[in-house]
């Protein structure tokens, strides 16, 4: 598992075969494990014009658990995914895996039950990644609204549901929640020390629908904070570094008997590695890949394993 990186962000302009470095950017990445007893989102929405109500009291609140994956600077952060943002199993609610009759543990359970509708809804494996551009850090705030909630593919999230409409339909099923959702929240994440711990803070808002019997005629919303940890560490440095022709060298602070790797990209979402993992002797690691081909701007990054 990875426990922490450094980044080393080069510029470089490589016409005819020259190159030019310019300033070079540290970032640390960090792994923050999400504090459940603080962070929860509640859902709400629509079935057919018509308000979710709860199942049960608290069937429409789930506390959150899992890892939130940041590269972070001084001056900004960036969400490069990976992150698993996971819900908890609230209670047991209707209908049962696949729109059954009965009740299973969800993470949500709603309804909509009037003399026009009665419509239940179970939400259950609720999984999302986090992903974003490089976002400044001012004071420790960052641009929320700039977020980008995933659901992950293989995550199996979805939304269990049976229905009758009077004087019309009934039925039941499940659907699988997908797609990409930006975080329309007015209020600023942040970034901050406390103490030997790296805290992160996100505040949640965060809309999209499904089809159960009409085009999109459930219109759901989450909304609520995330707070998640981690422990402050020196990050890996990256002491020295040039170019040669052909060449990239790395002199890296390592600690004997660990292991590492080196990495590459050109979009700070892509990592190939460009060194296979090492195992430090010494506390001091020289280390020396070719240079990759000649991109307007290219990153690296020392990852320990």
């Known amino acids: 598992m990875k426990v922490r990186s450094e980044n080393l962000s080069i510029r470089a302009l490589l016409p005819i075969g ?4 310019t300033t070079a950017v540290r970032a640390e990445w960090v792994q923050f494990a999400i504090d459940q007893a603080q962070s929860s989102l509640t859902i709400s929405g ?3 014009g018509f308000d979710i109500e709860p199942q049960g ?5 789930a506390r959150y658990s899992g890892t939130i994956e940041a590269e972070v600077t001084s001056s900004d952060i960036l969400f490069a995914g990976g992150s698993i943002i996971a819900a908890l199993t609230n209670g047991n609610w209707q209908p049962a895996a696949g729109g059954a009759a009965g009740t299973a543990p969800a993470n949500y359970g709603g ?3 009037n003399l026009f509708v009665n419509g239940k809804a179970a939400l259950r494996d609720v999984r999302f990644d986090l992903t974003s551009d490089v976002l400044p850090l001012n004071g420790g705030s960052f641009n929320a609204r700039a977020l980008l909630f995933n659901f992950i593919p293989a995550a199996s999230s979805v939304i269990d549901f049976n229905y009758s409409i009077t004087f019309g339909s009934s039925g039941n099923g499940s659907t699988m929640l997908f797609g990409a959702a930006t975080n329309n929240i007015s209020t600023n994440g942040t970034s901050a020390t406390q103490g030997n711990e790296s805290v992160l803070t996100i505040p949640v808002d ?3 629908s499904f089809t159960a019997v009409n085009p999109n005629d459930v219109q759901y919303r989450f909304r609520g904070l995330l707070i998640a940890r981690a422990t402050a560490s020196a990050p890996i440095q990256i002491t020295s570094f040039g170019l040669t022709p052909g060449q990239l060298n790395f002199a890296i602070a390592t600690t004997p008997g660990q292991s590492y790797t080196i990495l590459g990209s050109t979009n700070l979402i892509d990592w190939p590695g ?6 430090a002797t010494n506390n001091l690691s020289q280390r020396t890949v070719a240079s990759p081909a000649p991109l307007p701007r290219q990153y690296f990054r020392v990852r320990q394993d």
């Open 206 to 208: 965060i809309t999209g």
């Open 18 to 21: 020259l190159c030019l470095l």
């Open 57 to 61: 009291s608290g069937s429409l609140t």
């Open 274 to 279: 460009i060194l296979d993992q090492f195992t």
């Open 46 to 48: 629509t079935f057919s």
């Open 111 to 113: 309804e909509v039950v």
